[in-house]
């Protein structure tokens, strides 16, 4: 079974989050915000694919794809997220800016300046309940903020 969530996150021109830059490639026709990914964009987009648990380098047990891409404006996100077991998914979560992490989610993190001194924290549970926080490394708690 594959459950589909698809994130627009409010960001043009992030840094790379991780050691290898990705290329995002831009769009002139942004995805259908719908769960289906079979826009065109989604084909031409960035994908990755080599998850890992927290705190552990090996594979996932379940495979997960991410897709991204651009179009001036807005970055978009896309998760393809598998489960063969899908009576076991976590979906307690029900409050905007709750605990989404302790659902089965996705979580983003942009940092938009070269210097990674300030993050973006996007959460996006299987309920759909969805969470954002911003931080600064080396500092707690994160703020709570609303995209819109």
């Given at each position: 079974m594959t459950r589909a969530?698809?994130?627009?996150?409010?960001?043009?021109?992030?840094?790379?989050?991780a050691a290898q830059p990705l290329t995002v490639p831009p769009t002139d026709t942004p995805p259908a915000i719908d769960a289906v990914l079979d826009d065109a964009c989604w084909r031409q987009a960035a994908v990755l694919d080599d998850f890992t648990p927290p705190g552990s380098d090996e594979p996932a047990s379940e495979p997960t794809e991410a897709?991204?891409?651009a179009d001036g404006t807005w970055l978009y996100l896309s998760f393809a997220c598998h489960e063969a077991r899908p009576e076991q998914i976590v979906r307690e979560q029900t409050v905007h800016d709750g605990s989404v992490n302790l659902d089965d989610s996705v979580e983003v993190l942009?940092?938009?300046?070269?210097d990674r001194s300030r993050y973006y924290h996007f959460l996006l549970s299987?309920?759909?309940?969805?969470?954002?926080?911003?931080?600064?490394?080396?500092?707690?708690?994160?703020?709570?903020?609303?995209?819109?």
């Open positions: 969530a698809t994130l627009l996150a409010f960001v043009v021109a992030a840094a790379p989050a897709r991204l891409c942009i940092a938009p300046v070269p299987v309920n759909n309940i969805r969470a954002e926080q911003t931080g600064w490394p080396g500092r707690t708690p994160y703020r709570r903020w609303d995209t819109g």
